[in-house]
């Protein structure tokens, strides 16, 4: 059975899903994913679009927003707090201007922002494959660089963890069923609906700011990669994972190609 060593490199959380979010030096994983990751989302309110999630692939200046924890759910941060709680996330606009989550004018200052009327959901799992964890891997990100002819910011692909492996490059490509990986005190899987091989999208062809697209960065991931980068993964055994602790992936069944 073939396994692969390596370290945490980086580790990321979305509290509010489709804006950026903060880099952490440790996060809690439980059976939600990572403790606060995409607690928190923008509802679109337009008549065509009543009741549906906004996310980058409508509006890319969603990237301008940045959402943060000021007392962060999570082992340092004072406890598990659930959303709607004290552990409710802040707001920076691209004016530099910080908003609370309860703010009232919160809403009609995105709404302004966004050009487009919303409404706030506080909720477990609003990431797009339920209550999951993606994870990247160095190897691939500077092999995907290199295809490019520039370096790719990892960001761009919004993981929670970024791992540095032993791994050839893009061999997550094809981790399937079973595949386990183990980071700190967690242990994650590939299993259930909708984890494996991560598919992408529109989105990590915005620049991590929504400035600039490079829409050659899909086409290239879609002809030569399956359009394929990163692995979901669900949290099998719950644990904090800090950065620099060891990771150890074994794949499981190959993944459909």
Known sequence: ???????????????????????????????????????????????????????????????????????????????????????????????GTVWTWEDPGLTDALAGS??????????DGQHDRALTVLVTFEASLAALGEELGTPVEVERFRPNLHLGLDAPAFAEEDWGIGTTLSAGEAELTVAGE????????????????????????????????????????????PGVVRLGDGATAVPGTPADR
């Open 1 to 95: 059975m073939t396994s692969y060593f390596g370290t945490v490199r980086r580790i990321f959380r979305w509290p509010v899903k489709s804006l950026r979010g903060e880099e952490l030096r440790e996060g809690g994983f439980d059976g939600r994913g990572l403790i606060g990751d995409r607690a928190y989302a923008l509802v679109d309110e337009r008549e065509s679009h009543a009741g549906k999630v906004l996310t980058v692939r409508h509006r890319a200046e969603m990237l301008h927003w940045r959402a943060a924890y000021a007392n962060g759910p999570g082992p340092s941060g004072g406890g598990n707090a659930l959303p709607g709680r004290e552990g409710a996330p802040t707001l920076t606009a691209p004016d």
């Open 114 to 123: 966004l050009d487009t009327p919303l409404s706030l959901r506080a909720a």
């Open 194 to 237: 909708r984890a494996g091989p991560c598919v992408r999208c529109v989105v990590p062809s915005w620049d991590p700011a929504g400035r600039e697209r490079r829409p050659e960065l899909q086409k290239w991931l879609i002809a030569e990669h399956r359009n394929r980068f990163g692995v979901i993964m669900r949290v099998t055994r």
